[in-house]
């Protein structure tokens, strides 16, 4: 019993002492100290007053609400950063815009928003004000005079020795070299829209060409005193003024499945700005294009469900600011009551309009019934197109309706375009 409570006094022992050291502190004093000698150290800090903005924007055509209300809110932005440089944090800010386009593949989508190979992430700059643009063109023989642009974006301008045609980015596209001379400096178009008119400064020789061609129509000598420093033609194109819309034309249709339609789209005036497509039951591809091209563009349009009316309406603006608004339509009829199929559509060229009538198997005729007037399409055969004019009984800027109608076997369908 003894030997078994020693053991756990020594156990016990040790820890009874942790709290006695614990409790031990030596005496802390503050040492007293004597300053011997103050300098002032004074620090330049440099101001961090550059500050760079950029907006992303979602260009996509739902968040155009979005996109509105950030436009109408920018001014108070504005105003809280002259707030702050009022009360004394002036900065400089460098304002970049980036939108959301990455690329879509090889695809064209949301009304033409996304497009391949994308912005890149570039930014969107927009020259100051009074600011002088990047040269137009280089490389001419200068010193150069006088210019016109023409409708379709195309500048005319006489170089000393030589009368350039540039296109719309100042690339050199054609040159002409009139025999004599030597320092043209008047530049002037015909009111024919394809001459223009040149003068040498020195001998007073004036020349009429034609643009496309480069041949002279006409040229003599005016006899100055002095020297020839201009020229006033009557009813001269000063700045060329494109009156002419853009041009739509239905080029193919594709039976499918899916049904397509194809349409040509052009402006060989000022070239194309935009084109917008609105659709029912369709889907378009509107090709990628720089404004101001005067190229052909293919627009095509498929049928969702192929069971149903479709239509596709194009809005075409060009440079100029002329539009033209085409609809071709695309439909179907069945030899049944109620596959008797109305259309309702504006935007009709008066006796334009077209009514294209491709039938498939069972179909023996169509009954079209244009604003009441019965337009009777007989001897169709499966898979050719008929083409009718209903311009006749169409009442032009107004609502018009047309009903669609199939006869033969039971169930036959009738593919029905109606087209400007």
Known sequence: MRSRTWKLVRLAAPLGLIPLF????????????????????RVEQSVKNKVDLLFLIDNSPSMAPKQNELRNRFPQLIKALDTFAAQGNPASYHIGVVNSDLGAG????????????GDGAKLQVTPAANAQLPAFAT??????????????GEVMVACTSQVYRLDAAGNVIQTYT????????????????????????DTGQIWHVDIATGAVINTFTSNVNSQLAGLAIVGE???????????????????????????????????????VPTTVNATATVPVFAPGSTSAQLVIADKTDQSKPSSLTLKVTDVSGN????????????TKTVGVLPVRFTHLLGNAATVVVRPLAGVRSVDLLVNGRLFHVAGLRPGNSTRVNIGAALRVGGTN????????????????????
């Open 139 to 152: 490389g001419l023989n200068g010193p150069c005079y006088a210019l016109r642009i023409r409708s379709n």
């Open 237 to 275: 194109l000063r700045a060329a003024v494109d009156t002419t819309p853009p041009t739509c034309t239905l080029t193919s249709t594709l039976a499918g499945p899916p049904k397509e339609i194809q349409v040509t789209v052009q402006d060989t005036g000022s070239g194309l700005a935009s084109i």
């Open 401 to 420: 309706v047309v009903v669609a109608k199939a006869r033969g076997k039971h169930g036959a369908l009738a593919n029905v375009m109606i087209t400007d």
């Open 323 to 334: 539009s033209t608004t085409c609809d071709p339509w695309f439909g179907l009829s069945q």
């Open 106 to 117: 090889p695809f064209t989508l949301n009304q033409g928003q996304c497009h391949p190979g």
């Open 178 to 201: 009139l025999p004599g001379g030597f320092v043209l400096f008047a530049l002037n178009l015909d009111p024919d829209g394809t001459s223009f008119w040149t003068a040498d400064l």
């Open 22 to 41: 614990a409790c031990l502190s030596p005496p802390v004093e503050s040492p007293n100290t004597t300053v011997t000698q103050e300098t002032s150290v």
